[in-house]
């Protein structure tokens, strides 16, 4: 489990395409050693650490990891946000996240003020009736808080501190982003679904 508290924002150093799979290298200052097996959220997306030397590490990616997903667009010298997955005895400071991306969402404007930047994301029409406004949403793994939503378009309005130790200060309109919808809404239509 993660809570979107971006720790630190890695590279790219390495993309290697293997028939089904590909495997993305990233560099990063994380605290601790990476141990092998554990898992690291890459712009929100669960990975497993497959390998590590020194600063670098290494993982599996699926294909349909890449297919559902804005992992496919990265490449060396990208950008990552990262987080470790949560301790059992550690604050949940952002909001209850799995790793597993709902899907992209395409950035619409950028509306830029001394203060604050509000980027406005089209999010996919099925993940629509997830998002609400005040609530919580992840994008790029990042707990980020809803402050309107018009349809398909949704508003996070992010102050100076988010921009600079993220990567959505690199982003311009048209890129894509991944987007894990609050789970505790899909768990809860599930079940009401299955009573009805």
Known sequence: MFTGIVESVGTVTRVTES?????LTIRADLEGDYVHGESI???GVCLTVASSEADEWTADVM???????????LAVGSRVNLERALRADARLGGHMM????????????????????????????ELERYVVRKGSIALNGTSLTVAALEGTLATVSLIPTTLTE???????PGDLVNVEV??????VEKMLGERA
């Open 166 to 172: 993220t990567t959505f200060g690199d982003l311009a």
């Open 63 to 73: 294909r349909v990891t890449l297919e559902t997903t804005a992992l496919a667009g």
């Open 19 to 23: 028939g089904s799979t590909a495997q």
């Open 98 to 125: 799995l790793g597993h991306v709902d899907g992209t969402a395409r950035l619409v404007s950028a509306d830029v003020q001394p203060e604050w930047t509000d980027l406005t994301f089209e999010i996919p029409q």
């Open 182 to 187: 609050d789970v505790i809404g899909k768990y």
């Open 41 to 43: 959220a890459v712009n």
